[in-house]
């Protein structure tokens, strides 16, 4: 197998839930770096804020698919420049790219990925162009986001993370904000630095993560259940979008995950309201969050 090919079959082993973070807090001292995915119940339009999301939010591979399987040809009519300039930018070729939505579509998702994003372009009441679908939809794959958010969270490759970050909270930013409440993220913190960690987050100290953020509308949502998961985040945001029509983990897993998947933009700051307090009966310690830019 050709080191090329090898790179897109790593690519597509597993749906992109999550995003890793860094954040410093009042007192100076830097909090450690973190990851954790999350996607929750499902909630009405009313609740979610976003008829056009309860709308058109559906399993891509709940059923048969009847398409044909595409190739790079294909996928490269498809994608638009702006999209695959970004992602130049970011140090992926055009081959590499075209390669991996071509399997992405015929495989993860029931080759019916093209339709998901035809279908929120056409239907969408926010005015989505295609790169605001391609960037928002690709975040939530394998294809890079993992590395986007490390750059972010070091403040490096600068040069490489602009151009696609920029299509991203664009994208965000023609979003409503998500009206169901709270938000929750469960994070999993090596025992040997949760105390450190614990003391970054003490009433009214101020933090902000400058990678994008993944977060549940309800606690079991965030993953909390999890065994590994050793501290839950309950966030009262200001910006939080709902991006589960554009969610891979929702729209091609199997199972599909259970929405709403919410995004918060980089560089969001969000201040302590109470220590850290360790439930008992959850095994878990909670940290309360008021998102204040």
């Not at 080191?3 to 995003?19: A, E, G, M, P, Y």
């Not at 591979?61 to 009847?66: D, G, H, Q």
């Not at 040997?192 to 970054?200: C, P």
């Amino acid at each position: 197998m050709k080191k090329q090919d090898l790179f897109i079959v790593i690519l597509l082993l597993s749906v992109s839930c999550s995003t890793v973070k860094n954040t410093t807090s009042s007192s100076g001292s830097t909090v450690k770096k973190h990851s954790t995915g999350a996607v929750s119940e499902k909630l009405s339009p009313k609740e979610s804020g976003s008829s056009f999301q309860a709308a058109s939010l559906k399993s891509l591979v709940a059923v048969p698919s009847k398409n044909p399987a595409v190739d790079t040809a294909y996928v490269r009519n498809k994608l638009p420049d702006c999209f695959l300039g970004a992602l130049a930018e970011f140090g992926l070729p055009d081959t590499a790219v075209l390669r991996y939505f071509s399997e992405y579509n015929n495989n993860r998702c029931n080759k019916l990925f093209f339709n998901g994003v035809d279908e929120i372009i056409n239907t969408n009441q926010y005015n989505l162009a295609n790169c605001d679908v391609y960037a928002l939809w690709s975040y939530t794959t394998r294809l890079y986001y993992w590395d986007l958010n490390k750059w972010l969270r070091e403040g490096s490759n600068a040069s490489k993370t602009a151009a696609i970050t920029r299509e991203i909270v664009n994208a965000l930013n023609k979003l409503p904000k998500y009206e169901g409440g709270n938000l929750y993220r469960g994070i999993a913190i090596p025992t040997e630095e949760l105390q450190d960690f614990l003391k970054g987050y003490k009433a009214d100290s101020k933090n902000t993560w400058t990678s994008f953020t993944s977060c549940g509308g309800t606690e079991s949502g965030s993953f909390a259940g999890r065994t590994t998961i050793n501290v839950i985040f309950i966030i009262e945001h200001l910006t939080g979008k709902d991006i589960s029509v554009f969610a891979d983990g929702v729209r091609c897993g199997v199972p599909p995950n259970t929405p709403p998947e919410i995004l918060i933009k980089p560089n969001s700051t969000f201040m302590s309201t109470a220590n850290p307090s360790f439930d008992a009966d959850k095994g878990k310690w909670l940290i309360h969050l008021k998102q204040i830019q």
